[in-house]
């Protein structure tokens, strides 16, 4: 059975919100373990709003620092203290967050019950190894932006190939056996000396699954060297095409550049988000994106769940 694999949107606006829709978070569901990207002011109301389990969230990923995404980063931090979580707590950022957390250390976080651990994300300009377990490994790359900014690959590991029971029952093939077929493709010859090959004994896992997180940024068509063929791409799409101009100054995308850049790095489905708060309808993005890009396109919407 193929492990749940989900993003929940807990924030899909700029650098202002509004009424509806909260500044840039969201909750990664993979395994039932669960990741925080960006943490905007209010992500922990957004959190108990939508019913999330934040309190078993154990790393938290900063794309930038730029208030919209990590101003609710001390407050999260907070509530995990007044809960009395005893876990360690990872935070994947910028080098300058950690001093920005030493620095209201002393005014707010007076005797944590819990260890945060920082992990500096350093300038670079490939993609970079920055988490893993079991299965899934998380990788940061470069964005174009007015500040350092990273956006986020979550990759899930190929998997061994899956064995078929009914061949171990039906030749009472031992254990270390079943390891060496399983780990090292390794085929079994029975007593009569015939001989299964791997390809018979297994079947193939399920294709490893992937999501990529780009916000904020300028059209960036270096992106083709980190997320290509990725199942879901978000995409920043803060303004229309009639703001290019606006985009442009500002570091930031249109519609139709995500678009592009979706076409581009051959993205299954394309979600777009962190809308100016100009815009109150969302179709008018969907309308920009279509002519270029042909896979399926999502509009994020605060409290929306996409299975990956």
Request: charged share 25%; glycine share 6%; net charge negative.
């Amino acid at each position: 059975m193929t492990s749940r694999f989900q993003v929940t949107i807990l924030g899909s606006s700029s650098a202002l919100p509004t009424s509806q829709r909260n500044t840039t978070a969201q909750l990664i569901n993979h395994a039932e373990r669960f990741f925080l990207v960006d943490c905007g002011e209010g992500t922990q109301i957004q959190m108990r709003r939508f019913q999330k389990k934040f309190f078993r969230i154990d790393h938290i990923f900063i794309s930038h620092l730029h208030g919209d995404h990590f101003f609710g980063l001390p407050g999260l931090i907070n509530t995990f203290n007044l809960l009395g979580r005893g876990k360690d707590l990872h935070i994947y950022a910028p080098p300058l967050l950690q001093e920005f957390l030493d620095a209201i250390r002393n005014y707010i976080f007076h005797g944590l019950s819990y260890k945060i651990i920082f992990h500096p994300i350093e300038h670079t300009e490939g993609s970079q190894l920055i988490y893993e377990n079991k299965l899934l490994e998380v990788y940061a790359f470069p964005l174009i932006h007015k500040i350092p900014t990273y956006g986020f690959l979550f990759q899930e590991k190929l998997l061994p190939r899956k064995i078929k029971k009914e061949l171990v029952e039906k030749y009472q093939i031992p254990i270390v056996d079943i390891l060496k077929i399983k780990e090292k493709q390794a085929g079994f010859r029975l007593e009569d000396g015939s001989f299964l090959s791997n390809e018979e004994l297994t079947l193939p896992p399920e294709p490893p699954r992937s999501y990529a997180f780009c916000s904020d940024t300028a059209f960036n068509p270096k992106l083709t060297e980190y997320i290509r063929e990725v199942d879901l791409l978000y995409h920043e799409a803060t303004f229309l095409s009639d703001m290019k101009d606006r985009a442009k100054e500002t570091t930031h995308s249109t519609a139709e550049d995500a678009a592009k850049i979706a076409t581009m790095v051959k993205a299954h489905r394309l979600m777009v988000g962190h809308y100016s708060s100009r815009y109150r309808e969302l179709e008018p993005f969907r309308d920009e994106i279509v002519p270029h890009f042909s896979g399926e396109v999502l509009l994020a919407e605060d409290g929306q769940t996409i299975e990956i």
